[in-house]
């Protein structure tokens, strides 16, 4: 299965709709200043709706970041959802001005969506991985190896959205879904995993190598 840039131009159309329709009934009005601001905000909603290509590394046992941002855990923790024991965690914080859409992070297939409705935290605490809205999903790679990978909803974020549905089969880097204006995305690992990021690191979805499965 292939993703391409279509689902993306999509979400974004409504609300390009609705902030050039506004630009346009102020420009009628004459009033400069409020004419300039609406366009500004027509070019940063088609930025925050940006889709760019990007290059997918090859090995079946290479894990790419699920998002764009930084790296702002990297611990042991339980996967309550579907793996019911220990994994290692990679948390992803997105700002504003991150790409977001998602990225699967190796091929297999998906074997559990599971929709947790909650709180709007802001998404780089801690707490937002517990307490806010946020959609799971469980993947099971050709080897066997589970691994589950989280959206969630952050303080500006009130949208979740997800493309794939339970047993798909999907490829390492296909377009999965977004979450709109801010948020976070957890990845939890089988234990023994070769983590190569730290903390504080910037990455990319679908480029950027989180990890190595053994």
């Given at each position: 299965?292939?993703?391409?840039s ?14 050039i329709?506004l630009?346009?009934?102020v420009?009628?009005?004459?009033i400069?200043?409020?004419t300039?601001l609406?366009?500004?905000l027509?070019l940063?909603?088609i930025w ?9 590394p090859d ?7 699920p998002a764009d941002g930084k790296?702002?855990e990297?611990s042991e923790?339980k996967?309550?959802r579907f793996?019911?024991d220990?994994?290692v965690?990679v948390?992803?914080?997105l700002n504003l ?5 998602n990225?699967?992070?190796c ?6 969506i599971?929709?947790q409705?909650?709180?709007f935290?802001a998404?780089s605490k801690a ?11 469980l993947l ?8 589950v990978f989280?959206?969630?909803?952050g ?5 979740i959205?997800?493309w794939?549905?339970?047993?798909d089969?999907?490829?390492k ?5 977004m ?5 976070r995305t957890d990845l939890?690992l089988?234990?023994?995993t ?7 690191q ?7 190598v989180i990890?190595?499965?053994?």
């Amino acid at each position: 299965m292939t993703r391409e840039s279509s689902p993306v131009r999509r979400e974004r159309l409504p609300f390009l709709i609705g902030v050039i329709v506004l630009a346009v009934a102020v420009a009628f009005a004459k009033i400069l200043w409020l004419t300039i601001l609406t366009a500004l905000l027509a070019l940063q909603t088609i930025w925050f709706f940006r889709d760019p290509r990007r290059t997918i590394p090859d090995g079946e046992e290479l894990i790419v970041s699920p998002a764009d941002g930084k790296i702002v855990e990297v611990s042991e923790a339980k996967e309550e959802r579907f793996l019911k024991d220990r994994a290692v965690k990679v948390s992803i914080f997105l700002n504003l001005f991150d790409v977001h859409v998602n990225r699967i992070p190796c091929t297999g297939r998906i074997r559990g969506i599971q929709y947790q409705p909650g709180k709007f935290l802001a998404a780089s605490k801690a707490l937002a991985s517990t307490e806010n809205e946020q959609n799971a999903l469980l993947l099971e790679t050709p080897s066997g190896a589970r691994l589950v990978f989280v959206q969630v909803a952050g303080l500006v974020a009130r949208r979740i959205v997800c493309w794939v549905k339970e047993g798909d089969r999907v490829q390492k880097g296909d377009r999965f879904g977004m979450i709109r204006f801010g948020s976070r995305t957890d990845l939890f690992l089988p234990p023994g995993t070769e983590i190569r990021v730290r903390k504080g690191q910037k990455v990319k979805g679908g480029s950027s190598v989180i990890g190595t499965l053994k």
